[in-house]
């Protein structure tokens, strides 16, 4: 990224009238967007490649077998030869309670 500077006090409220602060910093190429449209347009492309979403489940636990992965949540039990999991600062407590090798934590 090009153009990254430090804003004084002053320069913040000229960038967003409705921020204060002692220091800032100026990152050009980012930009506030509505995520909850871009949210929606996500889930309407990946129902239009074909896959589900699944609202208002909570995973419950994951266990590894020879043949994949089961995912069993409040409501259903998914089998998979192969797992993502995307749950933001739990990832590793999912992950972990899979009970499969992992190296890594999430930084919080
Ligand atoms: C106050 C605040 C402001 C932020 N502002 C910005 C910003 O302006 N710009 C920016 O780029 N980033 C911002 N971030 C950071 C951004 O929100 C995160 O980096 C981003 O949301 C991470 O995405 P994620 O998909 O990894 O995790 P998340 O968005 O946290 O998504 C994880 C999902 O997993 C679900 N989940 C967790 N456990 C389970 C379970 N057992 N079963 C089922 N589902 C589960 C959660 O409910 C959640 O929906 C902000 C963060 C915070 C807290």
Redesign the pocket.
């Known amino acids: 990224m090009e153009g990254i500077r430090w804003l004084s006090s002053q320069e913040i409220s000229e960038v967003e009238p409705h921020c204060v602060g002692l220091r800032g910093i100026r990152v050009p190429q980012t930009g506030i967007v509505d995520y909850k449209a871009v949210a929606i347009r996500y889930g309407e492309k990946i129902r239009e490649a074909g896959a589900e979403i699944f609202l208002g489940?909570?995973?419950k636990d994951m266990v590894v077998n020879s043949s994949g992965v089961e995912v069993i949540?409040d409501h259903h039990t998914w089998s998979s030869k192969f797992l993502v999991v995307?749950?933001?600062?739990?990832s590793d407590r999912?992950a972990l309670s899979s009970r499969c090798k992992t190296d890594w934590r999430s930084r919080s």
Do not use: K, M, T
């Open positions: 489940e909570s995973v949540s995307c749950a933001g600062l739990q999912l």
